[in-house]
């Protein structure tokens, strides 16, 4: 059992006790051997198909109008107001610490490498291998050399594999500025961290509130929903985003999910909980991580939607490639 944190020495807090961080008030995400066999055991057998063409876009090097376009599965561009910042860029084929083993991408990305506009910032939520990749962090470090933003603890992961990285972190509720109007607030998510056996929520994890100017962005990284309170607290500090960017994919079984994922229904209650006037749907459709077929997550959004009286073109399942301007 690890008795110390290789990436973290900090004060206690209401969410750090000194080892470990966690989920205050919130469902357990821990789950155990017995609980994956459990699970394992149970699996359907939902194959997905092994590749799914995808027609890469080519981006303007900057935008002044809010515009995102997918590159796939939590990476997203977003561009405003001339900035550029991606979100837990991954462009390797495996999200896996190993290129020979672990869950393969079935679409290309939605943006080459090459293709990619100048990288301001990388908006990092925490360091599960689909979101924190070292290789496309390292390719985007050579041609870019961006900030990059992420909760504590993240950045000796980073810094071991890209000492000259230009890292700032920050615990649930710092801001950071990037100048000319724009704050990052890092705030809280329902998830947790690990890169190995034996560091377990020994790296912060969280999302994003974005704000340019008078436009006000909304990155959830990897969330459940539990008891909703995080949703309805962001709405009361930070107001009604213009745009949130959440996760729909990688739910089922939802015994095992729910504290660590959302599934599409929740999503979309956290949309209403925001009151966000636009959301797209990320997290779903390029690595196969759990249980449900690869149309699910889009298909029970829109029925979702549907049953609940919300017009389709205000929380889109985004697919690689896909490219939204907000107005």
Request: hydrophobic share 40%; proline share 8%; aromatic share 8%.
């Amino acid at each position: 059992m690890a008795r110390s944190n290789p990436y973290y020495n900090g004060p206690r807090s209401d969410h750090f006790d000194g080892l470990r961080f966690f989920n205050p008030g919130e469902p357990d995400t821990d789950r155990g051997l017995r609980d994956v066999l459990r699970w394992r055991r149970a699996a359907p057998d939902h194959r997905w198909p092994q590749v799914v063409e995808v027609v890469p876009v080519i981006p303007e090097q900057r935008m002044e109008p809010l515009t995102v376009t997918m590159v796939g599965h939590a990476t997203m561009l977003i561009q405003v107001a001339g900035l550029n910042l991606l979100t837990d860029p991954v462009w390797s084929d495996r999200a896996s610490p190993f290129q020979f083993a672990g869950p393969k991408r079935v679409t290309a990305p939605g943006i080459r490498m090459d293709d990619l506009p100048p990288i301001d910032v990388i908006l990092l939520s925490h360091n599960h291998y689909d979101h924190l990749d070292i290789a496309t962090l390292r390719e985007l470090e050579t041609r870019h050399s961006p900030r990059i933003v992420t909760p504590l603890g993240n950045d000796a992961i980073i810094k071991r594999h890209i000492p000259q990285a230009r890292i700032e972190t920050g615990d649930w509720g710092d801001a950071i500025s990037l100048g000319q109007n724009t704050d990052i607030h890092i705030v809280r998510a329902n998830h947790w961290s690990s890169r190995g056996l034996n560091d377990r929520r020994m790296a912060l994890w969280g999302g994003f509130m974005i704000r340019v100017g008078g436009t006000l962005i909304y990155f959830a990284g990897d969330t459940g929903y539990g008891t909703g309170a995080i949703f309805r607290d962001l709405r009361q500090r930070f107001g009604s985003p213009d745009l949130a960017i959440l996760p729909i994919g990688a739910y089922d079984p939802r015994w095992f999910m729910a504290a660590q994922h959302v599934d599409p229904e929740e999503a979309i209650q956290i949309l209403c909980d925001l009151d966000a006037r636009q959301a797209l749907g990320m997290h779903w459709g390029v690595f196969k991580l759990t249980d449900e077929t690869r149309d699910a997550p889009e298909n029970r959004l829109a029925a979702g939607l549907a049953a609940r009286g919300i017009a389709p073109r205000r929380f889109k399942a985004m697919r690689p490639g896909d490219e939204v301007r907000i107005a």
